[in-house]
């Protein structure tokens, strides 16, 4: 079985502040985890993911995760936020190997104000 | 490089009919998903398809169903719509291969509205 969890529905930082998205996972195999983007009306983007080659990945847009496994967690961070990154943030995992269930966290909305 | 496409966008049903939904998948890949997207709530897992079959299911009824066609587009059909069947319905596709990672490629989603 596996799932996550995001830690706060919203988040709201200032235009230029750190971007700080938390998320813990839970798996019974080592897992993949993933962070996407949704903008309003639209589909899911992703912006990176962890496939276990190394513990601090970067993605699109300037964020970047860092898998922790004592803490089995998979942040999502940015050091300055930009207007155009107000969007919800999912944090997502499936299992290695095997057929590929991703599962979705319940999403963070961040708002950046100017 | 084709991206998933959805159809229709937007859809308004009544309770109690049928719809179904279509995705063509990204070129090159094999496996659809299907997720069910309710307002502000996170992509909830419906059944993904390889090779034309169910590979997987998430808690939904039977008359939640899907299939595949062998140029790998899918279909979602619902029966007996109920008022909660409302949501954002996305499709995802991947490529299921050795070494493949899970990465998900949605399209836009449909929007189903049931009265």
């Known amino acids: 079985a596996q799932s996550v969890t995001q830690l706060g529905s919203h988040v709201s930082v200032s235009e230029g502040a750190l971007v700080l998205l938390r998320c813990n996972y839970s798996?019974?195999?080592?897992?993949?985890l993933f962070w996407y983007v949704q903008y309003p009306n639209q589909g899911l983007q992703l912006l990176l993911k962890?496939?276990?080659?190394?513990?601090l990945v970067k993605g699109i847009n300037g964020f970047e995760a860092e898998f922790k496994k004592s803490e089995t967690s998979f942040h999502l961070t940015k050091p300055s936020a930009h207007m155009s990154d107000a969007a919800e943030y999912f944090c997502a995992v499936s299992p290695t190997g095997g057929y590929q269930k991703v599962t979705f966290g319940t999403g963070t909305k961040l708002q950046v104000i100017p | 490089e084709t991206g998933v496409t959805q159809s229709p966008t937007h859809l308004i049903k009544t309770r109690g009919q049928q719809v179904t939904l279509r995705c063509s998948s990204q070129?090159?890949?094999?496996?659809v998903s299907w997720y069910q997207q309710a307002l502000g709530q996170g992509p909830q897992f419906i059944f993904q398809y390889y090779r034309e079959e169910e590979n997987g299911r998430g808690n939904f009824p039977p008359r939640f169903s899907g299939l595949q066609f062998p140029n790998y587009s899918s279909e979602l059909n619902v029966n007996a719509l109920e008022l909660d069947d409302s949501a954002l319905y996305l499709c995802a596709s991947s490529q299921k291969s050795s070494g493949s990672t899970g990465e998900l490629f949605f399209g836009e989603g449909s929007r189903l509205t049931v009265l």
């Open positions: 798996s019974s195999v080592p897992p993949y």
């Open positions: 962890y496939t276990s080659a190394a513990t």
């Open positions: 070129s090159g890949h094999n496996t």
